[in-house]
């Protein structure tokens, strides 16, 4: 059959025109998640950085996780399941987050956990919640400390009735197979640090 048009196959061989288009449609599939791993690999520690200062904004917890590492994820997971699993209440922690038990907890992903938690926690203080959307984000500078990190320094401010309260902070993001992520902040240093990282 050669030399005939792709467009005529079903007129030839009606019966490998479901298989043709099944792959197409999985070629087109893989090429799109190619070029989603590829966008991401390929933005810099400085975008991420801002890409994760937007979720902090909107409160969105789930644009937030997605420019973390995942062994942040898993070290922050375990920490807190060691903290529920010693807890007097676990029944109240696993209402409060809406899970079953502790076990609910282990099964789920630790980037499902990080969702669930900072959600929960902001959930119950809205102003706080209110508050973070007003907080103005600036990459400052950024220091190259390896070939697999890099330090971003940053400032956070917000007006406080007409009084701009400010402060400096910064972050270390690390190499992943996604490109590069936030590994640490100075709130996740402690329990990087206690899950023994």
């Known amino acids: 059959m050669k030399g005939i048009a792709m467009a005529n196959i079903h007129t030839y061989a ?5 298989v043709y288009r099944l792959a197409v449609v999985a070629l087109l599939c893989l090429s799109l998640g190619m070029a989603a791993a590829f966008a991401q690999s390929s ?5 991420v950085a801002e890409a994760y200062m937007a979720a902090v904004n909107q409160t969105n917890w789930r644009a937030a996780a997605a420019q973390m590492h995942p062994q942040s994820l898993e070290v922050i997971h375990k920490v807190f399941i060691d903290a529920f699993e010693n807890s007097t209440d676990q029944t109240s922690l ?6 079953k038990d502790v076990d609910g907890f282990k099964q789920m992903p ?6 669930r938690f900072m959600s929960t926690i902001i959930g119950k203080d809205p102003q706080f919640a209110e508050a973070m959307r007003h907080i103005v984000f600036k990459v400052e500078e950024e220091e190259v400390l390896s ?5 971003i320094r940053y ?4 007006d406080n009735d007409g009084s701009i309260v400010s402060d400096v902070d910064t972050m270390v993001l690390r ?3 996604l490109g590069w992520k936030i590994y640490s902040t100075p709130d996740l240093e402690p329990l990087l640090k206690q899950g023994g990282q």
């Open 14 to 18: 009606p019966g490998l025109t479901r």
């Open 94 to 99: 696993a209402n409060l987050y809406g899970v």
């Open 155 to 158: 400032s956070a401010s917000i």
């Open 43 to 47: 933005r810099t520690p400085k975008m």
């Open 175 to 177: 190499l992943s197979s």
């Open 110 to 115: 630790p980037e499902e956990f990080f969702i």
């Open 147 to 151: 070939d697999s990190e890099v330090m």
